[in-house]
């Protein structure tokens, strides 16, 4: 599967973007979603999930209550909403894609699309 990210870009504190991440090639219900993010200087980190089947969601303790992930199967896209954002979410956000589940590894990546958010 292909993943193509898209939806960055400049906002100030507190504000909104939504990230989308469309898939090509097979279709996102068979694949264990995620999101990811790295920032200047430091490591990639999670930052939510979906399971195969949208039944579960898992999020970072840092952007819970505050993003939300979905799935629009017909589109075959992921989205990340993204509200009341942070200077400390400045990075640049990855899709991903686990043929099997999160816990054993995503196999497949995005290009990564670059949130920055000013104070």
């Known amino acids: 599967v292909q993943l193509q990210s898209s939806g960055g870009g400049l906002v100030q504190a507190g504000g909104s973007l939504r990230l989308s991440c469309a898939a090509s090639?097979?279709?996102?219900?068979?694949?264990?979603m995620g999101w990811f993010r790295q920032a200047p200087g430091k490591e990639r980190e999670f930052v939510a999930s979906?399971?195969?089947?949208?039944?579960?969601?898992y999020y970072a303790d840092s952007v819970k209550g505050r993003f939300t992930i979905s799935k629009d199967n017909a589109k075959n896209t992921m989205y990340l909403q993204m509200v009341s954002l942070k200077p400390e979410d400045t990075a640049v956000y990855y899709c991903?894609?686990?043929?099997?589940?999160?816990?054993?590894?995503?196999?497949?990546w995005g290009q990564g699309t670059q949130v920055t958010v000013s104070s």
């Open positions: 090639g097979r279709i996102i219900s068979n694949y264990h």
């Open positions: 991903a894609a686990a043929s099997i589940s999160g816990v054993v590894g995503y196999d497949y």
């Open positions: 979906i399971t195969k089947n949208d039944l579960m969601k």
